[in-house]
């Protein structure tokens, strides 16, 4: 009989798969259990619109992420902190606090684990942040430290 996996099942498949199985796996086990459906020919139009749909899902989500970090690059991000002697910091920028700039003055809500930082800043300067928005999308940004 064939099947149409509703969820992941181990030593099967995916969910959304078609996988032929034996009639009594499929009615005594994945079918109560929720776990397939059978392959009929309307299951399987389904199935192929809502991988249809979900592509498309897909690709606005990444097209959204490559316009917004097409945004993001061109900024430049001044922080200002506290100093002390030398150029040194009183604590660090962190990336929170860098998600919080962002946020006030561009209105970019970002989520703080989304930037990457190779380890806070901790002195005045340039710094180059990596910003990553989709799985496949990230963007380069520039961090100015400035006194306060």
Known sequence: ???????????????????EVSD??????????????????GNVQDLAH??????????KEKQAA????????SLNVVIKVKVG???????????????DVLEKEYQLKLDKRKIEIKEPFK?????EVVIKLHPEVTANI????EAA
């Not at 809502?50 to 690709?59: A, S, V």
């Open 50 to 59: 809502k991988q249809k749909q979900e592509d498309l899902r897909r690709q």
């Open 123 to 127: 002195s005045l300067g340039e710094y």
């Open 1 to 19: 009989m064939r099947v149409i996996l509703k969820q992941d099942v181990k030593s099967l498949g995916k969910k959304g798969s078609i996988c």
């Open 24 to 41: 009594g796996y499929a009615r005594n086990y994945l079918i109560p259990r929720n776990l397939a459906v059978e392959a009929t020919e």
């Open 85 to 99: 002697e030398k150029g040194r910091l009183f604590g660090s920028v962190t990336n929170k606090e860098i998600a």
């Open 142 to 145: 520039k961090i100015k430290v």
């Open 66 to 73: 490559v316009d917004l970090a097409a945004k993001i690059e």
